[in-house]
T-cell receptor, first 117, second 109 residues
Framework: GAVVSQHPSWVICKSGTSVKIECRSLDFQATTMFWYRQFPKQSLMLMATSNEGSKATYEQGVEKDKFLINHASLTLSTLTVTSAHPEDSSFYIC?????????????FGPGTRLTVL | GQNIDQPTEMTATEGAIVQINCTYQTSGFNGLFWYQQHAGEAPTFLSYNVLDGLEEKGRFSSFLSRSKGYSYLLLKELQMKDSASYLCAVLDSNYQLIWGAGTKLIIKP
C-alpha cells in the first residue's frame, strides 16, 4: 500500500513555457503533500507544503507565483512551473502523508526530471 | 537554526559492515527517518526511530540516542546494490522533515 505516482516522469520544454506536474496518492488519502526539488549531488530541498483545500505554504526563497501548487483533493496535488527557465531544470519529487499512520511517514513519488532548454 | 550532519561519502567492501552516522540539532523531535536514494530515483523508506535504542530490520539496523542527538544506520553483509545515497531526516516539532545532505555510499567488490 501507500503508493504515490507522479506524471510525467520526465519532461523537456522550451524556455518560457509552463509545465504541470501531477502527484497522486493511489491507495490512500493524503492529508498533506510536499513538493521537493533536488539538484544533482545535493539533498532534497523542500519547496512547499500543501494541505487539501487550502493554500500551500512555501519555503523561504521559493517564488509562489512561479511555482503554483494546487491541492484540489485528498489524492491529487499539482505543481506548475510557470515561465520555466534553464535554471529551473531539476528533479522534482512529491511526497504524501496521511494522518492514519502512527509515525507520519512520507511516501515519495518516483520524481519528475525537468529539463528546460 | 536546525542542522543535520552526516558524512558526505563513505566507501566499503562487498560483504562487510558499514555504519553511517547522523547528528542533529532541531527545534523539537518527533522521530528520525533513514531513506535510501539511488541516483535518479526518489527516496525509499528504510527505518523510523522515535525512542532510544536499536531497531533491526533484516540487514539494516538503525540506532537512536535522543539525549545525544545522534543516530546511525548499520548495513550488514553489504551488496553492490546497496550503493546509493542514505538520507537522515528528523521530524521537528511542527512535523516538518528536516533533511541531511545525504551520505553517498560506494561499495567495492
Amino acid at each position: 500500500g501507500a503508493v504515490v505516482s507522479q506524471h510525467p516522469s520526465w519532461v523537456i520544454c522550451k524556455s518560457g513555457t509552463s509545465v504541470k506536474i501531477e502527484c497522486r496518492s493511489l491507495d490512500f488519502q493524503a492529508t498533506t503533500m510536499f513538493w521537493y526539488r533536488q539538484f544533482p549531488k545535493q539533498s532534497l530541498m523542500l519547496m512547499a507544503t500543501s494541505n487539501e483545500g487550502s493554500k500551500a505554504t512555501y519555503e523561504q526563497g521559493v517564488e509562489k507565483d512561479k511555482f503554483l501548487i494546487n491541492h484540489a483533493s485528498l489524492t491529487l496535488s499539482t505543481l506548475t512551473v510557470t515561465s520555466a527557465h534553464p535554471e529551473d531544470s531539476s528533479f522534482y519529487i512529491c511526497s504524501a502523508r496521511t494522518s492514519a499512520l502512527d509515525y507520519n511517514e512520507q511516501f515519495f513519488g518516483p520524481g519528475t526530471r525537468l529539463t528546460v532548454l | 537554526g536546525q542542522n543535520i550532519d552526516q558524512p558526505t561519502e563513505m566507501t566499503a567492501t562487498e560483504g562487510a559492515i558499514v555504519q553511517i552516522n547522523c547528528t542533529y540539532q532541531t527545534s523539537g523531535f518527533n522521530g528520525l527517518f533513514w531513506y535510501q536514494q539511488h541516483a535518479g530515483e526518489a527516496p525509499t523508506f528504510l527505518s523510523y526511530n522515535v525512542l532510544d535504542g536499536l531497531e533491526e530490520k533484516g540487514r539494516f539496523s538503525s540506532f537512536l540516542s535522543r539525549s545525544k542527538g545522534y543516530s546511525y544506520l548499520l548495513l550488514k553483509e553489504l551488496q553492490m546494490k546497496d550503493s546509493a545515497s542514505y538520507l537522515c531526516a528528523v521530524l521537528d516539532s511542527n512535523y516538518q522533515l528536516i533533511w541531511g545532505a545525504g551520505t553517498k555510499l560506494i561499495i567495492k567488490p
